[in-house]
């Protein structure tokens, strides 16, 4: 059996491409943007309710406070906040972009792979590996990668 190194990690300073890149997830003007989408749509769900609201409170008196469409608007609002921190990555992703950027390096790992499994790929995200490293640690791949 040959005895081989565990992983390896490297560092190398951003390209351009990727420094412009990093920089681009954490902008004001794209956290304009997630804030305006995300009012944008807790509005047109609290303009869907109202006006459901509004149709059924003239027939049922018992449900005319306003409570009633204005409370499923907030439980929305927070829920969507919650599950976009968990599709976005949240503020402790753009943190850690940000520490990058400041120290301006890219980690490079090397493994050593025992075996590799190449999965079916998602949606337009490019070609997906199951790799088994020398250590028995299981790590995937996905997306566009170099391999070299």
Avoid at 96 to 104: M, Q
């Amino acid at each position: 059996m040959i005895a081989v190194p565990p992983m390896q990690e490297t560092f190398k300073p951003f390209t351009k491409q990727q420094r412009k890149e990093l920089r681009g997830y954490v902008t004001p003007g794209i956290a304009l943007f997630r804030a305006a989408v995300f009012l944008g749509v807790v509005v047109v769900v609290g303009w869907l309710l109202r006006s459901a609201h509004g149709a059924v409170s003239r027939r049922y008196t018992a449900v005319s406070h306003d409570a009633w469409w204005l409370l499923p608007v907030v439980i929305f609002a927070v829920a969507l906040y919650v599950r976009a921190g968990r599709w976005t990555g949240g503020r402790a992703l753009r943190t850690a972009i940000r520490k990058d950027l400041e120290t301006g390096n890219a980690a490079i790992r090397r493994v050593v792979a025992v075996d590799a499994i190449e999965i079916e790929e998602q949606e337009d995200e490019g070609p997906g590996f199951f790799i088994l490293t020398d250590d028995g640690a299981t790590m995937l791949f996905s997306g566009s990668i170099s391999i070299g």
